[in-house]
């Protein structure tokens, strides 16, 4: 085994990317690295609300449908990203002042459509994506503020309900040290499991700057792990500020490698998810000012330093 799918399928892991659906439509050097290196994916985009019911009732499957038919084709599983978020709503939804019972009406139906579309061909779901403030309370999102915190709990059970076979995730990013806001959230995962709500998996999306990596990270993952709970890293990248140095390469190399192996170290992680391929088509250049060079592959799908760190974590 030579590739990182060779490596994490020894080991019966996940390796996977966040999948764009522009260049998996239009580029031959893109596919081609994520067919030969990736056992998942992940739609970066393509199965965010937004994206699937721009208009109320009017939905648009084609990216999503894309990416899953892909995947089946090329031996890959699929994540699915996400269902319950305050980003990437549509606007008849962010701004449609609906009442709690039409929420709910209107969440159950988004779930139930989504999952039963995909049910069987998706190994497991971001359900609840970014529910926290920083200090470890509930963020009051359009959910949070007309629902109250049941809209959690409902959530989960409304998606094991619609794919029973799907791991349920709660899915979420600076919990990867043990802070506030993980005591949070494991205080919130420990109620939901003592109340028999289908939750198997915390997602810690582990968006890191280079040499930054929390010292306590395997040992915070260790802990919801214990709950008898999956973990996984679901949107790895190390972002350095531009121009990136050989050093920050290096020290880039060696966080990718630290990070993987703080999950896999872990009993019951489920692998590790980078948040795209290559540094030509990342969120963080867009989203962090003066940042960018966070994937293992470069411009021209030369393999980075990152990779083989990757790949030694493996
Ligand atoms: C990002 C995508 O990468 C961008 O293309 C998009 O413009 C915004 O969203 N946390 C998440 C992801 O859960 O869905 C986000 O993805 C990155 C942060």
Not at 55 to 72: G, M
Not at 181 to 190: E, F, I, M, T
Not at 270 to 290: I, M
Request: proline fraction near 4%; charge should be neutral; hydrophobic fraction near 40%.
């Amino acid at each position: 085994a030579t590739t990182l799918r060779g490596y994490a399928d020894a080991r019966g892991a996940r390796i996977g990317a966040a999948v764009a659906d522009g260049p998996l439509r239009t580029e031959p050097a893109y596919t081609t690295v994520l067919n030969r290196e990736f056992n998942s994916v992940t739609a970066e985009n393509a199965m965010k609300w937004d994206a699937l019911e721009p208009s109320r009732n009017s939905y648009n499957w084609a990216a999503a449908d894309r990416l899953v038919n892909h995947a089946a084709a090329n031996n890959q599983g699929v994540r699915g990203h996400t269902l319950v978020w305050h980003n990437q709503n549509p606007s008849w939804l962010a701004n449609g002042n609906f009442s709690a019972s039409e929420l709910n009406t209107i969440l159950k139906k988004h779930i139930d459509t989504t999952l039963g579309r995909y049910r069987g061909k998706i190994y497991a779901w971001d359900v609840v994506n970014e529910a926290f403030n920083e200090d470890g309370s509930l963020r009051n999102s359009l959910w949070q503020s007309k629902l109250g915190s049941g809209y959690i709990a409902n959530a989960l059970r409304w998606a094991h309900a619609a794919d029973p076979n799907a791991k349920l995730y709660i899915n979420d990013y600076n919990i990867e040290a043990d802070n506030a806001k993980s005591d949070g959230l494991y205080n919130l995962a420990r109620q939901l499991l003592a109340q028999g709500v289908p939750l198997h998996g915390i997602g810690f999306q582990a968006h890191f700057v280079v040499g930054q990596l929390p010292s306590s990270m395997k040992a915070n993952l260790k802990r919801f792990s214990d709950l008898g709970l999956e973990v996984s890293i679901t949107e790895l990248d190390v972002r350095i500020p531009l121009p990136a140095s050989s050093a920050e390469l290096a020290q880039q190399s060696t966080d990718y490698k630290t990070a993987t192996e703080n999950c896999l170290g872990v009993p019951r992680c489920a692998g590790v998810t980078v948040w795209g391929l290559t540094d030509k088509y990342s969120w963080v250049p867009g989203t962090f000012n003066g940042y960018g060079a966070a994937l293992p592959y470069n411009e021209s799908y030369g393999a980075k330093p990152a990779y083989q760190g990757l790949s030694d974590g493996l």
